[in-house]
């Protein structure tokens, strides 16, 4: 009787870019090293043909300063900016890959067959900070072939899925429970309608209690969505 082969695991690994600064574009180096800028995010990105890609960034600080660099990097078609007033503002570039310098380097480093890059990168105190899943030999690959200019590292390699890719997986049996008992009973709309007792006669425990395992949920879920801070995502 033969035993069916295992199959290859996927991991979830965080990784951090810290390229040479005199290789960037002017819009790469500002999100990087600008005093008025204190993170920006490339949201999401879209190959509109062959040569041309278009970038969505969300930026926290000067947005006008980012778009005056995005104008003046070679590369570069078009800069459209939403709510630059606002504390956070999102940039919309259309960008020719092969006219910008590292810009294109990054992409193809990570552009391999076997693993995704998840959105967002984030830009922080001169580094990229990013996620990729992916088969451990397309892992490898990626960092045995990165050039030297970016200096690729590893920050933490995990499996997957983990709770960043489901983040109720983090939650034991009773805190599922709890959540979903204080969502069918309208613990979370505005105005509340439902009170910690109101749960606690669902989960047929105490007040405190239900009240205890809502905590430790929301935590866990909070942290699995948006407390990433390693990779600043």
């Not at 072939?145 to 970016?150: C, I, V």
């Not at 008992?181 to 006669?201: C, F, K, S, V």
Request: glycine share 6%.
């Amino acid at each position: 009787m033969s035993s069916r082969p295992s199959a290859p695991l996927m991991k979830h690994i965080r990784i951090t870019a810290s390229p040479e600064p005199e290789r960037l574009p002017p819009f790469l180096a500002c999100l990087l090293d600008a005093d008025e800028i204190a993170e920006a995010r490339a949201v999401d990105w879209n190959r509109a043909s062959a040569a041309t890609t278009t970038h969505l960034y969300a930026v926290d600080g000067n947005a006008e300063r980012f778009a005056d660099a995005a104008r003046a990097s070679a590369g570069v078609d078009s800069v459209t900016v939403s709510a630059p007033e606002g504390p956070r503002s999102y940039a919309l570039l259309s960008v020719r890959d092969e006219e910008v310098p590292m810009f294109g380097v990054i992409e193809e480093t990570l552009a391999r067959a076997g693993l995704v890059v998840r959105r967002p990168l984030v830009y922080r105190d001169g580094r990229i900070h990013g996620r990729v899943v992916g088969d451990p030999d397309a892992l490898q690959a990626v960092l045995d072939g990165a050039p030297d200019e970016l200096a690729l590292r590893i920050d933490a390699v995990d499996r997957f899925p983990d709770a960043r890719a489901d983040p109720m997986a983090a939650l034991s049996d009773r805190q599922r429970e709890a959540v979903a008992a204080a969502l069918r009973l309208g613990y979370y709309e505005q105005p509340r309608a439902a009170t910690h007792e109101d749960i606690a006669a669902a989960l047929d425990c105490a007040p405190t209690t239900a009240s205890t395992h809502l905590q430790k949920a929301e935590a866990k879920l909070i942290r699995a969505v948006a407390g990433d801070g390693e990779a600043g995502v």
